[in-house]
């Protein structure tokens, strides 16, 4: 069994654009469904610890129309999450960034997580991220003082796509910014940048990252054995 950590945005809030967000719904529950029926832990952890704001786009039905992950986030289970402080980073095979936007404020401006990402990489584990989630590792830097991603192959949240309107509020560009360190495309649902390093492009690429984390688990383990 492997030991992840899911990492959620605590939330952001615009007044002044009336404009509110947070992790979304299925980027977590999709991944950590599946990796627990593979047998493994998954443990959550946000900058501030406790309920972390979902965007509640997130669960509305032009994105649940079954209402799965609204009855999945109705009952609780991402209401009680470690402050990313009083997280040990050395107890964990993989670090997964949850998406949403919220991963863009929060997320990408937290030095503890930077520093939970390094820990893991340095342990010669795996650093995921989906969608938005990508955003901590444009800032993480290593020993040489370049990016996590420096060089290397990448995926997230394509700027075509984002919501009218939204891009002019966005604190940056997800794309252009990854762009500037590393190889971006939106071409595949999942990318590896190496055999420590996966990124996922949007909501809908949830499944198919945990699928690979699996398989990247399952490699090691027999590896180990």
């Given amino acids: 069994m492997a030991k992840v950590l899911a990492v959620l945005s605590s939330g952001h809030k615009d007044t002044e654009n009336n404009y509110e967000t947070g992790w979304w719904a299925?980027?977590?529950f999709a991944p950590k469904e599946i990796l627990e029926k593979a047998g493994h832990q998954v443990d959550l952890a946000s900058p501030l610890g406790g309920k972390p704001t979902l965007d509640k786009v997130s669960i509305s039905e032009d994105y649940d129309p079954e209402g799965k992950y609204k009855?999945?986030?109705?009952?609780?289970?991402?209401d009680n999450t470690t402050a990313l402080?009083?997280?040990?980073a050395k107890e964990y095979d993989v670090v997964f960034i949850v998406g949403g936007h919220g991963a863009?404020?929060?997320l990408a401006e937290s030095q503890e997580l930077r520093d939970i990402i390094n820990t893991v990489y340095d342990n010669g584990n795996i650093v995921s991220a989906v969608c938005h989630g990508p955003a901590p590792l444009i800032w993480t830097t290593r020993p040489d003082g370049k990016s996590i991603i420096d060089g290397l192959d990448v995926t997230g949240y394509p700027e075509a796509v984002e919501p009218e309107g939204l891009s002019e509020i966005l604190p940056f560009s997800l794309?252009?910014?990854m762009?500037?360190?590393a190889n971006y495309s939106a071409e595949n649902k999942v990318v590896w940048g190496n055999e420590?390093?996966?990124?996922?492009?949007d909501p809908f690429s949830a499944e198919e990252l945990a699928d690979?984390?699996?398989?990247?688990?399952?490699k090691r383990n027999n590896k180990d054995n």
């Fill in 71 to 78: 009855k999945m986030y109705e009952s609780g289970i991402a």
């Fill in 212 to 218: 690979e984390l699996v398989k990247a688990l399952d």
């Fill in 196 to 201: 420590q390093l996966v990124t996922g492009r």
């Fill in 175 to 177: 794309e252009g910014k």
């Fill in 104 to 106: 863009m404020y929060d």
């Fill in 179 to 181: 762009n500037e360190v």
């Fill in 26 to 28: 299925e980027e977590l």
């Fill in 85 to 88: 402080s009083d997280v040990n």
